[in-house]
Structures are given as structure tokens and as C-alpha cells.
């Protein structure tokens, strides 16, 4: 029939076709699956995972086994796992604040619960999470900048005062009164986002965004003039000037501060007289 | 032909009544049923035995248990190694080297039911399938998973696992999986016999790796006995495995050592000679008769 040769030829012929088939079924497979894996490696921006995920949503989905004891250890329901309908990636918990937010719970039950390490075991003082970021991100829906009393979602910011606070400035509408604008501060802002839950709005002017999306960064080079130079305790190039206008007599300006001020020599010896250099404090000196 | 279909088992039910020759297979709904209760009595009773689910949980709020493959994709996705899944995904593979790899496959998962249902549906209407696929799909899709978690540094499969899908949502609230669930029931109803566990299901495979070693194995004890009626084959959801054991040499063990085998059981329970016994690995050949021989001469 055949000799061993073409025997041996058949064989080697047979075993490459099998290992080129396997070989581009393999190929096949995994190109598939890392085609697939793409839109879950980027977490949709309504989408908060639970204190503790690691900031890279990638190295929290390589690490969490999609168990739901986080879900489950949840005392106010605001973790569940998405399904295949999601866009977040199948059986990974997450949660939406404008529906429940998270209530930062001091014992982080959802942390403890996790068994692989997903959500950070190191992560003890929920003050420390960073689920996301708030962003006051429409201004022009915003009431506050139309001059109305609100601030929500700075009375109920956990982290209070120093996630959000309030700015004033001048009202140009009116000409007469202030706007209280609400602040995000991510050096406290965790992300629970309780604030984008409370915003009194239709749709909320403020949201919580996954970090990555939310908080930008000035390139490592950059320097800020007035930083380095306290650190230097002087100019880095050239020398401070002194400088000079010229003011009527009687009158310095402060160009640190103040601007434009009376001399300290000219000022008034007394306070007798009724007109103080500023109203208020004449007002809060009561009448006599 | 349909009414051959009807015949296979007919034998074993006459000779040792129809309990007897379903044991097996009421053991296994009734472990599969368990399972599933044991992870729903929690959100629907309160009852917390099991919190979790199959991925990953926690057994009386203590002891964790891991499923050993994916555990394995996180350890190929470069995941820092956490000790409580290490410890789950150790107690899990303990057991399975004892109880036997794919016994997980036939006694725990869910989706067995289906595939059984859609396999036994088949062979009743004796419906002839087209797709021929190769059992080691499932080694070629295992070997893709784990690299493609190594490339993606993410558990890739896990956004498509059928099995854990339906199991999370199991306990969790159905989501879309019975959809992916009824189409692996027409696939293996229609278009490739036992299609999924036996040809395309990379977590079998991945079982089967434990079950090679494993310790409770099904046994052809009595091979002598057997009369070649052939319908431990027919049901046999992985019927290469019985040949080695049954038709093997004297000198052969009659255990079943293949790691494909799921200790269904249904080999046993469909054989009017019983055959089959569920034994341990350690069996010691038996030195079989003069007919053996002949049988092997006869084949």
C-alpha cells in the first residue's frame, strides 16, 4: 500500500493540519472573547462600584469573582449586579446614586464581605473611599448659580464642609446679592453619592462620575509660580520688585492682599467718630 | 425507531423495577434541586445557609467556598491572591478530587437538568442531529479563556459563562440567561447531541482535571456479567469512557478512570445486569475467566 516514508509524511501532514486547526480555533476563541471583553472594561459614567474597588475598574474586574456577598451585606440595597442587559460587565456589583445612593456605613459590611480581595480589605475608614467623584456638571441648570437658596446637596454631604462647600460671589443679575455656589473638593469627596440622590432638580446638576472620567490632571511637569516660590521662600528667577505707584499721599497698596489701604501712620487716632472706614462695623457696634 | 428509543432501560426497569433503575437519577435531581434551594432560601425565606452564589459564597456566614475555575481566571487575569477566595477555592477542588471532577457537572450544576432534558426529549423523538463537534472543543476553549484573561488582565469569560450567568441569576433575580439557557436546549435538542456539556462547556473541562485523580469513581465491577446490549453507551453522556473499563483487558482496571466520566450514574441505573457499581479508583483488577478472552477475540 504505502511505504512508511509516505506513512511517516501522512502523519507529520495530519498532525500539523490538527495542531494549524487548533492553533486558529484557539486564535479565534480568544480574539472573540478579548473583542468581547471590550466595552466591559470601561465602566459606563452613572455606573459606581462599591468602596474599595480599585480605581482601575480593569484591575477591579481581573480581581472580583462576581459572587454578590457585597450585594447581599448591603443594609440599604444600593449594590446589586448588573446582568447581561447591563453595560456594566455581567454579575459585577455596582449602583446608581440618582437611585439609591451609598449610605457609608462606618463598618463597610460590603468590604468585609468580599472574599477576593476586589473591594480593599486595607480600606477601613469609609471616609477614605473614593467611589467617584461629584461634579457640579450643569451650571446653567444649576439653581444656585440663578441666585436661589439651595444647597442640598451641600447639607447632605456626609464628609460636610469639606467635600462640598460654599462659595460666595457677586451677583451681576441683581447687582445686590450673592450667589452660593456648592464646591467639590476631591481631596474628601468619597463619591456615595448622596448629593447627585438629593439634587432637588428633574435631573441632577450634580453627579457622581467614576474618577478617571471626572478629575483631570495638570501634566507632572507643571509647576505653580506662587507654590514653589513658598517653598523656596523666594523668586526662582527674578528678584521680587517693589512696586511702585503712584498713590495719593496718605494711601499704600497692599499688593498681597488688601490693595488699596490708608497708610497705617494716617489712620485714625480715635474711634469717636460715628463713620468707621467700613458700615458693619459700625452696625455691629450696637447702639450705645 | 421510536420505539427502540422507548426500549433502552426497559430490560433494567423489568429486572429490578422501575426505582431501582432510576436511582441514580432521582439522587442527582434531588442533589441538583438541593443546591439550587440551598442558594435560594436565602433571598426568598431568609433563611442564610448559603449567602452568595456559585461563583463564590460563604456557608453559615463562615466557611468560604470558591469556584475552582474561577478562581483559576482570576489567578491567570494577575489578580492579587485574596486568602478567603484561596481557602474557598480549596475546600471546593478537596472535594472534587474526592467526590470526582464532573461530579460537579451532573450532581451540582443546573444547567445539567436542561441538557439532560433536551437530550432525553432527542432521543425520545429520536431526533437525528447534523452538528458533529469535537469533544475537545472544550480543552481548546479552556486553553483560549485562561490566555485571554492573561492578555485582557480580566475574567473574559465570565461576561458569557451560560453556567455561572444562570446560576447568579438564580439567586440573584433572572436577568437575560434563560434566554441563553433555551438556546442551548434547542442547540442540543436539535442541532449537536449532549452539544454543550460534552463538546463546548470549558468549566466540564476544567472539572474533569481534578476528576482524573479523583477518588469516588464508577465501577464495572461485574464486567462478566455484561451482555453487550449496548445502552450504557447510548446514555452515557460521555460514552468513550466506559470502553477502557469495561471491555479492557484482564489485567485492566474496570474503573472508569477517564476524567470526562461525571459519575451520573446512569450507566448503573440503565444496566439489568448491574454491571456498574459506584466505587473508589483503588479497585484491583480482576483477574477475569477464560470468556473474557474470547469476548475480546469476539470484538
Given at each position: 500500500m504505502s511505504t512508511p516514508a509516505q506513512k511517516n509524511q501522512q502523519q507529520r501532514r495530519q498532525f500539523l493540519e490538527s495542531m494549524?486547526?487548533?492553533a486558529g480555533a484557539l486564535a479565534l476563541f480568544a480574539t472573540g472573547l478579548s473583542v468581547l471583553s471590550r466595552p466591559a472594561r470601561s465602566l459606563p459614567a452613572q455606573a459606581l462600584r462599591p468602596p474599595g474597588a480599585a480605581a482601575d475598574d480593569l484591575d477591579f474586574q481581573s480581581a472580583c469573582v462576581r459572587c454578590g456577598l457585597c450585594v447581599r451585606d448591603c443594609p440599604y440595597d444600593t449594590l446589586r449586579l448588573a446582568t447581561w442587559v447591563d453595560d456594566v460587565a455581567?454579575?459585577?456589583?455596582?449602583?446608581?446614586?440618582?437611585?439609591?445612593?451609598?449610605?457609608?456605613?462606618?463598618?463597610?459590611p460590603c468590604v468585609k464581605a468580599c472574599p477576593s480581595g476586589a473591594l480593599d480589605p486595607a480600606l477601613t475608614n469609609i471616609d477614605d473611599s473614593r467611589m467617584g467623584l461629584a461634579v457640579l456638571i450643569d451650571q446653567e441648570a444649576c439653581i444656585a448659580f440663578q441666585?436661589?437658596?439651595?444647597?442640598?446637596?451641600?447639607?447632605i454631604c456626609p464628609?460636610?464642609?469639606k467635600a462640598i462647600s460654599l462659595k460666595r460671589s457677586h451677583n451681576v443679575r441683581t447687582g445686590k446679592h450673592a450667589l452660593i455656589i456648592p464646591e467639590v473638593h476631591s481631596d474628601y469627596c468619597t463619591g456615595c453619592g448622596k448629593c447627585e440622590h438629593a439634587c432637588i432638580l428633574q435631573e441632577a446638576a450634580i453627579k457622581v462620575m467614576p474618577i478617571q472620567l471626572a478629575k483631570g490632571e495638570a501634566g507632572k511637569h507643571y509647576r505653580l509660580g506662587w507654590e514653589e516660590k513658598q517653598k523656596a521662600g523666594a523668586s526662582l528667577v527674578t528678584p521680587d520688585q517693589q512696586h511702585q505707584y503712584n498713590l495719593p499721599e496718605g494711601v499704600i497698596y497692599d499688593y498681597e492682599g488688601e490693595g488699596l489701604k490708608p497708610a497705617p501712620a494716617l489712620q485714625p487716632a480715635n474711634d469717636d467718630t460715628p463713620f468707621k472706614q467700613s458700615a458693619l462695623d459700625r452696625l455691629n457696634q450696637g447702639f450705645k | 425507531m421510536a420505539t427502540k428509543a422507548l426500549q433502552i432501560g426497559k430490560d433494567a426497569r423489568q429486572q429490578?423495577?422501575?426505582?431501582?433503575?432510576?436511582?441514580?437519577?432521582?439522587?442527582?435531581?434531588?442533589?441538583?434541586?438541593?443546591?439550587i434551594a440551598l442558594f435560594v432560601s436565602g433571598p426568598l425565606l431568609g433563611a442564610w445557609l448559603i449567602k452568595g452564589d456559585m461563583s463564590s459564597s460563604r456557608v453559615l456566614d463562615t466557611i468560604p467556598l470558591t469556584d475552582a475555575f474561577v478562581f483559576l481566571q482570576t489567578l491567570f487575569a494577575m489578580a492579587p491572591v485574596e486568602q478567603t477566595l484561596l481557602i474557598g477555592a480549596a475546600i471546593v477542588t478537596v472535594f472534587y478530587l474526592i467526590a470526582g471532577g464532573r461530579t460537579y457537572c451532573a450532581w451540582v450544576c443546573p444547567i445539567n437538568m436542561v441538557t439532560?432534558?433536551?437530550?432525553?426529549?432527542?432521543?425520545?423523538?429520536?431526533i437525528k442531529t447534523r452538528i458533529n463537534l469535537s469533544r475537545s472543543n472544550r480543552s481548546i476553549l479552556l486553553g483560549a479563556i485562561l490566555l485571554g484573561s492573561l492578555f485582557t488582565g480580566t475574567l473574559i469569560y465570565e461576561l458569557v459563562n451560560p453556567v455561572t450567568m444562570f446560576q447568579r441569576e438564580l439567586v440573584f433575580g433572572m436577568g437575560f440567561s434563560w434566554a441563553i439557557l433555551f438556546s442551548i436546549f434547542i442547540f442540543d435538542m436539535f442541532f449537536s447531541k449532549?452539544?454543550?456539556?460534552?463538546?463546548?462547556?470549558?468549566m466540564g473541562k476544567f472539572y474533569s482535571l481534578p476528576g482524573k485523580l479523583s477518588l469516588l469513581r464508577v465501577n464495572a465491577s461485574k464486567r462478566d456479567q455484561c451482555n453487550d446490549c449496548m445502552e450504557c453507551y447510548v446514555v452515557c453522556p460521555e460514552p468513550q469512557v466506559i470502553k477502557p473499563a469495561l471491555k479492557g483487558a484482564a489485567s485492566e482496571t474496570p474503573v472508569i478512570l477517564s476524567g470526562d466520566c461525571t459519575n451520573c450514574g446512569q450507566c448503573i441505573d440503565v444496566c439489568a445486569k448491574d454491571v456498574f457499581t459506584l466505587s473508589h479508583r483503588f479497585t484491583t483488577p480482576i483477574t477475569e475467566k477464560l470468556e473474557s478472552s474470547q469476548r475480546e477475540v469476539s470484538l
Amino acid at each position: 500500500m504505502s511505504t512508511p516514508a509516505q506513512k511517516n509524511q501522512q502523519q507529520r501532514r495530519q498532525f500539523l493540519e490538527s495542531m494549524t486547526r487548533g492553533a486558529g480555533a484557539l486564535a479565534l476563541f480568544a480574539t472573540g472573547l478579548s473583542v468581547l471583553s471590550r466595552p466591559a472594561r470601561s465602566l459606563p459614567a452613572q455606573a459606581l462600584r462599591p468602596p474599595g474597588a480599585a480605581a482601575d475598574d480593569l484591575d477591579f474586574q481581573s480581581a472580583c469573582v462576581r459572587c454578590g456577598l457585597c450585594v447581599r451585606d448591603c443594609p440599604y440595597d444600593t449594590l446589586r449586579l448588573a446582568t447581561w442587559v447591563d453595560d456594566v460587565a455581567a454579575g459585577t456589583p455596582f449602583f446608581e446614586a440618582r437611585k439609591i445612593p451609598c449610605e457609608m456605613c462606618e463598618d463597610i459590611p460590603c468590604v468585609k464581605a468580599c472574599p477576593s480581595g476586589a473591594l480593599d480589605p486595607a480600606l477601613t475608614n469609609i471616609d477614605d473611599s473614593r467611589m467617584g467623584l461629584a461634579v457640579l456638571i450643569d451650571q446653567e441648570a444649576c439653581i444656585a448659580f440663578q441666585g436661589l437658596r439651595c444647597e442640598v446637596c451641600f447639607n447632605i454631604c456626609p464628609v460636610q464642609g469639606k467635600a462640598i462647600s460654599l462659595k460666595r460671589s457677586h451677583n451681576v443679575r441683581t447687582g445686590k446679592h450673592a450667589l452660593i455656589i456648592p464646591e467639590v473638593h476631591s481631596d474628601y469627596c468619597t463619591g456615595c453619592g448622596k448629593c447627585e440622590h438629593a439634587c432637588i432638580l428633574q435631573e441632577a446638576a450634580i453627579k457622581v462620575m467614576p474618577i478617571q472620567l471626572a478629575k483631570g490632571e495638570a501634566g507632572k511637569h507643571y509647576r505653580l509660580g506662587w507654590e514653589e516660590k513658598q517653598k523656596a521662600g523666594a523668586s526662582l528667577v527674578t528678584p521680587d520688585q517693589q512696586h511702585q505707584y503712584n498713590l495719593p499721599e496718605g494711601v499704600i497698596y497692599d499688593y498681597e492682599g488688601e490693595g488699596l489701604k490708608p497708610a497705617p501712620a494716617l489712620q485714625p487716632a480715635n474711634d469717636d467718630t460715628p463713620f468707621k472706614q467700613s458700615a458693619l462695623d459700625r452696625l455691629n457696634q450696637g447702639f450705645k | 425507531m421510536a420505539t427502540k428509543a422507548l426500549q433502552i432501560g426497559k430490560d433494567a426497569r423489568q429486572q429490578k423495577g422501575w426505582l431501582r433503575a432510576h436511582k441514580w437519577l432521582l439522587l442527582r435531581r434531588l442533589s441538583q434541586l438541593s443546591v439550587i434551594a440551598l442558594f435560594v432560601s436565602g433571598p426568598l425565606l431568609g433563611a442564610w445557609l448559603i449567602k452568595g452564589d456559585m461563583s463564590s459564597s460563604r456557608v453559615l456566614d463562615t466557611i468560604p467556598l470558591t469556584d475552582a475555575f474561577v478562581f483559576l481566571q482570576t489567578l491567570f487575569a494577575m489578580a492579587p491572591v485574596e486568602q478567603t477566595l484561596l481557602i474557598g477555592a480549596a475546600i471546593v477542588t478537596v472535594f472534587y478530587l474526592i467526590a470526582g471532577g464532573r461530579t460537579y457537572c451532573a450532581w451540582v450544576c443546573p444547567i445539567n437538568m436542561v441538557t439532560d432534558g433536551a437530550e432525553s426529549l432527542r432521543r425520545k423523538l429520536n431526533i437525528k442531529t447534523r452538528i458533529n463537534l469535537s469533544r475537545s472543543n472544550r480543552s481548546i476553549l479552556l486553553g483560549a479563556i485562561l490566555l485571554g484573561s492573561l492578555f485582557t488582565g480580566t475574567l473574559i469569560y465570565e461576561l458569557v459563562n451560560p453556567v455561572t450567568m444562570f446560576q447568579r441569576e438564580l439567586v440573584f433575580g433572572m436577568g437575560f440567561s434563560w434566554a441563553i439557557l433555551f438556546s442551548i436546549f434547542i442547540f442540543d435538542m436539535f442541532f449537536s447531541k449532549r452539544g454543550w456539556c460534552g463538546h463546548l462547556c470549558p468549566m466540564g473541562k476544567f472539572y474533569s482535571l481534578p476528576g482524573k485523580l479523583s477518588l469516588l469513581r464508577v465501577n464495572a465491577s461485574k464486567r462478566d456479567q455484561c451482555n453487550d446490549c449496548m445502552e450504557c453507551y447510548v446514555v452515557c453522556p460521555e460514552p468513550q469512557v466506559i470502553k477502557p473499563a469495561l471491555k479492557g483487558a484482564a489485567s485492566e482496571t474496570p474503573v472508569i478512570l477517564s476524567g470526562d466520566c461525571t459519575n451520573c450514574g446512569q450507566c448503573i441505573d440503565v444496566c439489568a445486569k448491574d454491571v456498574f457499581t459506584l466505587s473508589h479508583r483503588f479497585t484491583t483488577p480482576i483477574t477475569e475467566k477464560l470468556e473474557s478472552s474470547q469476548r475480546e477475540v469476539s470484538l
